[in-house]
């Protein structure tokens, strides 16, 4: 294709995703629309991932390794918009999958809709050995701006007009746990948002139990966008966020491991 | 009646809450059984709850007042269960209200249930200007040992025999964001718990949210309370927790 200016620039940060990203790449290296750039930043990660996107890239001239240090999603994504050259650009996670015509269809779907600043399209949940699926609920709330306040239905797959960044400015490292949210957010201040409900990517869900933590700190950093959100649209002084919390509590029989 | 020796000690510990004491405190002046003590402690509260509790006191002997700085609830209620002489002790909230009958009622299971420790009755939850709403969601869950390991169903009101704390201990001040669903799970694997599907309790329920960092304080409390438990009841080593979280935003009207 054209090396100097591609139509879609695809970025995955990447952070202790050995396990996982070369299923990830593959499924990039299959999209059936090939005129794209793929640009892969590794966070510094202590595990092997960095050594696979390598292999990758080194027999596919479309694959670009950015070797970074930990550094956190936000000033990643930075750092790969700032290199990215497609007129559109993607959001791949680095555990996830796309559906071979996931760029296709999108980048139509901005063909068709010349206003769009930002396309999403609908996905599945798929477990972690990608055996079992379900379709993912989140996108099934309708999009409004006004609506995005309260819930987020702005889910994987994510793709942006490059110039988008010049009216929202990067993303903000101060929100790395909601970066996605408060991104969508200020989008969604100053361009259409489509929805395509076409499942074309692939989200892997996670038995993970580790603390209560990130679920916190993803709660609250969610609350600070909105409340940021609210003030930039001027709601601020009609309108306040009252955020409850939920817990569900269960008790699983622990998984064998293997002595 | 032997005020001495008195049946009941309901007990309360109050922290800034003039709004709604003065309510708590006739509720249970109002009790049907009229064989209680009423201790009360105020706890380091900076508006005037301690001279509505001194005010009540005067016009009734069965009130007992007690004040000091601001230790927190666990610590308050663990001093004044140290100071009931009652045989059985009922806890209060001192925003919240008792039934008429609650007293009467509860005592009664505890009699007609000589091994019971402890007894718990349904709650009504209450808008903060006092109007009933309904019927609380914890009390509708059954009670059992087990699920008590993932749902806190014996809320208000709670009266436990005071052997109870004997062999049980007092609140862990530790867990201050949730020491009553640590006393409940020590509680039920040492005693008998016994559901009294009454509505004796007014819960009141408040529409300034706690604060989402609060919130997360009284959620990993839980959790650390329930894994204590898995650990005492020897199933640690086959099971695990899993705690989820989830939220609801709402855009709400400023007055």
Redesign the interface.
Known sequence: MVPSSPRVSLLTPAYNNGVYIEETIKTVQLQTMEDFEYIVRDDGSNDNTLEIIKKYAESDPRIQVIAGNHAGISTGLNEMVNRARGAYIGFLDGDDLLAPTALEETVAAFEANPDAGMIYTDYLEVSPDNNQWRYGKRCTAPYSPDRL???MMIFHFRMVRRTVFDRTGPFDPELDMAWDYDFCLRVSENFPIVHLPRPLYKYRVHEQ?AS?KM??EQ??A??RA?EAA?KRRG?D??????????????????KKTPA | MNPEKPLVSVLTTAYNTEKYIGAAIESVLAQTMPDFEFVLRDDGSTDSTLEILEGYAKKDARIKIFSGPNTGMAAGTNELIKKARGTFIGLLDSDDLLAPTALEETVKVFQNNPSAGMVYTDHYDMAEDGTVRGLGFRCRIPYSKERLLIDMMTFHFRMFRRSTFDIVGLMDTSLEAAPDYDLCLRVSEQCRIVHLPRPLYCYRVHDKSISTSRRHEQINASKLAVERALKRRGLDRAYELFVQLSSKFTLVKRA
């Open positions: 306040l309260v819930e139990n209560t679920g916190y709660i609250d969610s609350r909105v609210l709601l002084d009609q309108y306040r966020l009252k955020v409850e919390i939920f817990s569900k509590f269960q008790i699983r029989k622990k």
